[in-house]
């Protein structure tokens, strides 16, 4: 079980900019690595157009046709991939089966700064650049204009306690607020931000059926934050120990990995895979599969159960919902988390993106998930004040089975815009879904 070497991930750049570069990942397999694999590439912002995947249940080799931007660190995406490989840092890959890892140190952002449109996004975008994951944050504007932000965070570099980390931060967001940043501020706190809440109180019953419904794929096919159901079918005939999975769908960001991480959280292997796209818009599977105990699936109900979750993991992803608030409007997005308890990458980012295209002022920000961010805009001191304790409470909701990342972003209806709830809705949508 020795240490793998810089070869397990070899990474061939393209010559040309819009070609595919080739990442080829060769290491010892475990279950859930194409998962975690490909939320690292979604996380990197890297366009999948092919995959081909083989392992013997000992090894594995994987290689990714991706297509990357001029600003991908792909010595940065190498290095995380060879994280994620089994042994990469010498440890015998049973162990790391065996043994999960520690939480990572928490960390609170403190940052005050003269407020603008916009603002929550850019700071995400740097925090998202330096790999601080957002646990949580909270973000409150007084009457004369000054807001304090704080964020909970988390290193992947796991540095933050560093002085030289430290001043990189500061020195990031410094160069996006300018002159508008007044303080800053990074301490260590305590890791008790994971709690978990049974169910979305803050939903009407019939809001949470047609969200978080997982049973039964919905009959609109002009649903605009949907995509059309895929086709799935499976065969037990051209494989002594295998099941063969053939998937027709739409191609959307994170294809593979909502494939990858609906697997991993059944506990299938893939011996032999493959992925591509056909035209622009439609993606081909191939997959060969097992059940744990190296057993094609024969049971009807388990093949049933498996399709049907795959249908609604490809079908709606992420779930979008603009809800009338009294005066104001709130938008819901809502993703799935993992069994491992990752959520799907980059949702927050994109969220506020979105919405600062649309040039929509958010009055409030509301996750409550694994990662539990709570943002508030526009709120007068006495309010935060009085709000201050239930903010500290860190929550996940758990409807059914499934745990879930839900995100609510009070919309402020004052400046009388006229963005209407479709258009809203589709941005959104686009924004989480699309490569472009």
Request: net charge negative; charged share 25%.
């Amino acid at each position: 079980m020795g240490i793998l070497f810089d070869d397990a991930v070899i990474i061939r750049q393209s010559e040309k900019e819009g070609e595919p570069s080739v990442i080829t990942v060769n290491c010892p397999d475990k279950t859930g690595l194409g998962s975690d694999l490909c939320r690292i590439i979604l996380f990197f912002g890297l366009t999948v157009v092919r995959t081909d995947v083989s392992t013997d249940g000992k090894w594995c080799y994987l290689v990714f046709w991706v297509v990357g931007k001029p600003s991908t660190r792909w010595s940065l995406l190498k290095k995380r991939l060879m994280g994620a490989c089994p042994s990469c840092s010498g440890i015998s890959y049973y162990r790391a089966e065996l043994q999960p890892p520690r939480p990572p140190d928490v960390f609170l952002l403190k940052f005050c700064c003269h407020d603008r449109r916009g603002l929550l996004h850019d700071v995400t975008e740097v925090l998202c650049e330096l790999e601080l994951t957002i646990k949580r944050v909270k973000v409150s504007t007084t009457p004369d204009g000054k807001v304090m932000d704080l964020f909970f965070i988390t290193d992947t570099r796991e540095l933050l306690h560093t002085k030289n980390r430290q001043d990189d931060t500061y020195d990031h967001l410094k160069a996006v607020l300018g002159v508008a940043m007044i303080s800053c501020d990074i301490e260590m706190v305590g890791p008790e931000i994971a709690a978990c809440s049974q169910g979305p109180s803050f939903l009407s019953d019939a809001i949470a059926e047609d969200m978080f419904n997982t049973e039964t794929l919905d009959e609109h096919p002009d649903d605009c934050v949907a995509f059309k159901p895929p086709s799935i079918t499976m065969d037990n005939s051209l494989s002594p120990s295998h099941t063969l999975v053939q998937i027709v769908c739409e191609d959307h960001k994170g294809l593979l990995y909502d494939v990858m991480r609906t697997l991993k959280d059944y506990n299938i292997q893939i011996s032999y895979g493959r992925f591509t796209t056909k035209g622009k818009s439609e993606c081909e599977m191939d997959l060969f599969i097992m059940q744990a105990d190296g057993k094609k699936i024969i049971d009807p109900s388990k093949q049933s159960s498996l399709r049907s979750r795959l249908q609604m993991e490809l079908s709606r992803p992420l779930r979008v919902a603009l809800i009338s608030r009294g005066p104001d409007s709130e938008l819901l997005v809502a993703n799935p988390v993992e069994i491992t308890g990752n959520g799907r990458p980059l949702v927050f980012y994109d969220i506020t993106l979105a919405l600062k295209m649309l040039d929509r002022p958010i009055f409030s920000v509301l996750l409550k998930s694994p990662s539990s961010i709570f943002v508030s805009l526009k709120l007068i001191e006495a309010y935060v004040s009085l709000h201050q304790q239930n903010w500290l409470k860190s929550e996940r909701y758990m409807i059914g089975d499934r745990e879930w990342e839900v995100y609510r972003v009070l919309l402020d209806e004052g400046d009388g815009s006229s963005v209407s709830k479709q258009k809203i809705e589709e941005t959104v949508w686009k924004m989480l879904m699309s490569w472009e």
